[in-house]
């Protein structure tokens, strides 16, 4: 554990997540939670992106101490959700881009921790299969496969995909075949090119041609409307673009990364959870996002290490996951499964608004694992 960084409150907020995972775990186990509904996670399907973050959190806990019994358990869960997750990649309507998501939690972390070849393998062809989705002309990797009457998928790509581009530079590293590699960097040029706004803010969802790969539009997505600034897309912004500068090195990746996340905390002023969307009108303010924050906080602390101006991206980072800690964590409550509070799905829609969700409790604990001294999992 890192001792100039990690104080009492670090790991006291560790501890009653970890335990608080180990008891969910019983209840839980090998399906596919996504929010908490009255103190208790749902199931959902493991063809939805957000699969990989409960295995994800098992194996963060894992590796905290391996050698217990609790482990052991939590092991035997995280293979038979992989099993599960591999049935996905039998069925090209079943994955889309949100395979790094699911596959650097899962079979690559059970790979990284355990050896496991078979994760291995799930993880070798996951990469390939995002790979197949590179659109040559326009230079970005397809993200959905569904159309709606509002957009033609074809030409979508969204900013959540940074995040998903470390499993094909992991791709890379493994095979010794640079391809994955380009076509991640291509990628990130594209979404630091078209995403990212002269301010800082960062756009949702971005509709190409499909077949010249020309900018048609931007798509409000999951935030207010174009123009508008979901919260929850900057800290996907930030904390990928500071994974591809880990990756690759390239400086533009960080300068990007810092961009986002000048703007982030900017618009964050003395708060520790944002609303939903920076920009959302004052009628629509009463819905936040504490999985952006602890997103966000999650990938300050990664650029605290690879930027040069990484002390104030240090004390922003701890201090969001203190915050989380201290006045949204569902704390000690045995009537809580969710370890935060108050995150936001799908504010347009009407999903999922100030509950606990599986990601939001995934990178609060990989936020405490860095401030104990530990790497995250992507
Ligand atoms: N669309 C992925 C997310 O909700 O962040």
Redesign the pocket.
């Known amino acids: 554990m890192n001792t100039s960084v990690s104080a009492s409150w670090v790991e006291k907020a560790w501890q009653q997540g970890a335990s608080r995972t180990i008891q969910n775990a019983k209840r839980i186990k090998d399906t596919f939670p996504h929010t908490s509904v009255q103190g208790m996670y749902d199931s959902n399907d493991p063809e939805w992106?957000t699969a990989g973050f409960w295995p994800g959190l098992l194996w963060l806990v894992h590796r905290d101490a391996p050698e217990s019994e609790a482990a052991a358990e939590l092991r035997r869960i995280a293979d038979s959700c992989e099993r599960q997750l591999e049935d996905c990649l039998r069925d090209p309507d079943s994955v889309d881009h949100d395979l790094g998501f699911i596959w650097l939690l899962s079979g690559i972390a059970s790979y990284r921790q355990m050896g496991s070849e078979e994760g291995r393998r799930r993880g070798m062809l996951a990469a390939n299969l995002l790979a197949a989705r590179f659109h040559v002309r326009g230079e970005f990797i397809r993200a959905w496969n569904f159309s709606s009457s509002t957009m033609d998928t074809r030409g979508v790509a969204?900013i959540?995909s940074m995040m998903n581009l470390p499993l094909l530079y992991w791709a890379s590293e493994q095979s010794g075949d640079p391809r994955f590699r380009w076509l991640a960097e291509a990628h990130a040029d594209t979404v630091a090119r078209e995403f990212v706004r002269a301010d800082g803010s960062i756009c949702h969802v971005v509709e190409f041609d499909p077949y010249t790969g020309q900018k048609l539009r931007e798509h409000g997505?999951?935030g207010h409307a174009p123009g508008s600034a979901w919260a929850?897309?900057t800290a996907?912004a930030l904390h990928g673009f500071a994974l591809s500068f880990r990756y690759t090195g390239e400086a533009r990746y960080l300068e990007t990364a810092e961009r986002a996340a000048d703007f982030f905390l900017a618009m964050l002023g003395e708060d520790i959870v944002p609303v939903w969307d920076f920009r959302a009108p004052t009628e629509h303010r009463a819905a936040w996002d504490s999985?952006a924050a602890a997103i966000a906080a999650s990938g300050l602390l990664e650029l605290a290490k690879l930027s040069p101006r990484g002390q104030i991206y240090a004390a922003a980072g701890e201090r969001i996951v203190r915050g989380l800690y201290e006045h949204f964590s569902a704390g000690k409550s045995a009537a809580e499964e969710g370890l935060i509070m108050k995150g936001t799905?799908?504010y347009p829609e009407g999903r999922g608004i100030n509950v606990p969700i599986i990601?939001g409790d995934y990178f609060y604990m990989e936020a405490l694992a860095k401030l104990r001294g530990s790497e995250g999992l992507f």
């Open positions: 992106w969204i959540d997505g999951q929850r897309g996907w999985s799905v799908h990601y």
